[in-house]
T-cell receptor
Framework: DAGVTQSPTHLIKTRGQQVTLRCSPKSGHDTVSWYQQALGQGPQFIFQYYEEEERQRGNFPDRFSGHQFPNYSSELNVNALLLGDSALYLC???????????FGDGTRLSIL | KQEVTQIPAALSVPEGENLVLNCSFTDSAIYNLQWFRQDPGKGLTSLLLIQSSQREQTSGRLNASLDKSSGRSTLYIAASQPGDSATYLCAVWNRDDKIIFGKGTRLHILP
């Protein structure tokens, strides 16, 4: 049974570019949450998707947007990249809300 | 605004010792508190979840306690092993259904 898978594992972009990160949830899960983890920091909640809609959102600008597909997979899009967007982006899936979340190993995004 | 603090930021102890990691939060009106483990370059693994009505949870060598009134939680690890080396993160769920993480404690168990 595959767990949460994220792609790509590493990504290098330059300032001003746009990026799309992808997440496939654990089988049977219907909720996907995205987190940003800067080096040496705890994860910060970006948003959560359920039934293809954004259900909760943290304190992130509109440059951060997402999508959930009918098969429950999800994408995180970041526009107009800034140096400060360099971080590990984690995806977590669950069967509703934040209970019993399973995390992927993340995408390491570096902005030059 | 909820803030979560973890002390110490890093800790090294010899194998076999018992140890305690601390987590404090500023707003006691939490829904749940959860402890996670994160290995280098990896995602998070849930260790223990304590609901607001509970005072502690145990799993194997791990015991987590919660004192909402004082805004504190501790994670107790008994008989530490080198495989316990990792970063341990504390997270609280507010009643507005937002989850807030601490910065973590980096634990190194010396063989």
């Amino acid at each position: 049974d595959a767990g949460v898978t994220q792609s790509p594992t590493h990504l290098i972009k330059t300032r001003g570019q746009q990026v799309t990160l992808r997440c496939s949830p654990k089988s049977g899960h219907d909720t996907v949450s995205w987190y940003q983890q800067a080096l040496g920091q705890g994860p910060q909640f970006i948003f959560q998707y359920y039934e293809e809609e954004e259900r909760q959102r943290g304190n992130f600008p509109d440059r951060f947007s997402g999508h959930q597909f009918p098969n429950y997979s999800s994408e995180l899009n970041v526009n107009a990249l800034l140096l400060g967007d360099s971080a590990l982006y984690l995806c977590a899936s669950s069967l509703g809300g934040f209970v019993a979340q399973h995390f992927g190993d993340g995408t390491r995004l570096s902005i030059l | 605004k909820q803030e979560v603090t973890q002390i110490p930021a890093a800790l090294s102890v010899p194998e076999g010792e018992n140890l305690v990691l601390n987590c404090s939060f500023t707003d006691s009106a939490i829904y749940n508190l959860q402890w996670f483990r994160q290995d280098p370059g990896k995602g998070l693994t849930s260790l223990l979840l304590i609901q607001s009505s509970q005072r502690e949870q145990t799993s194997g060598r791990l015991n987590a306690s919660l004192d909402k009134s004082s805004g504190r939680s501790t994670l107790y690890i008994a008989a530490s092993q080198p495989g316990d080396s990792a970063t341990y993160l504390c997270a609280v769920w507010n009643r507005d259904d937002k989850i807030i993480f601490g910065k973590g404690t980096r634990l190194h168990i010396l063989p």
